[in-house]
Nanobody, 127 residues
Framework: VQLMESGGGLVQPGGSLRLSCAVS????????IGWFRQAPGKEREGVTC????????????YYVDSVKGRFTISRDNRKKTVYLQMNSLKPEDTAVYYC?????????????????WGQGTQVTVSS
């Protein structure tokens, strides 16, 4: 099982970034994928989560309140990739962003107990 994030970088406030989480070693359509972030000196928090699609053919998304209307999670099972589109970025979005799996989504955008994690990608929002 491997998850690899990419797409982080430095962006000005109000700007956009798209993060990618490429997975291998498991069938993506069976599993929920979550995005988490951890800022310096703060606890890791769940940002958004997308459910698996194998049961219904569609998926459900959940977001933490602070990113609703600005961030969008999506998945492409064929490409085995989950995306996080981040718009209207704020300095408080600065953090290392991680994707995770092998767990269930919570309605507040987290996951119950992820068992697999990527290595993270740095997002810095600064002028």
């Amino acid at each position: 099982v491997q998850l690899m994030e990419s797409g982080g970088g430095l962006v000005q406030p109000g700007g956009s970034l798209r993060l990618s989480c490429a997975v291998s070693g498991f069938a993506l359509d069976y599993y929920a994928i979550g995005w988490f972030r951890q800022a310096p000196g703060k606890e890791r928090e769940g940002v958004t989560c997308v459910t698996g699609t194998v049961t219904t053919g569609t998926y459900t998304t959940y977001y933490v309140d602070s990113v609703k209307g600005r961030f969008t999670i999506s998945r492409d099972n064929r490409k085995k990739t989950v995306y996080l589109q981040m718009n209207s970025l704020k300095p408080e979005d600065t953090a290392v962003y991680y994707c995770a799996t092998y767990s269930s989504c919570t309605e507040t955008g987290g996951m119950t107990q992820p068992a697999a994690w990527g290595q993270g990608t740095q997002v810095t929002v600064s002028s």
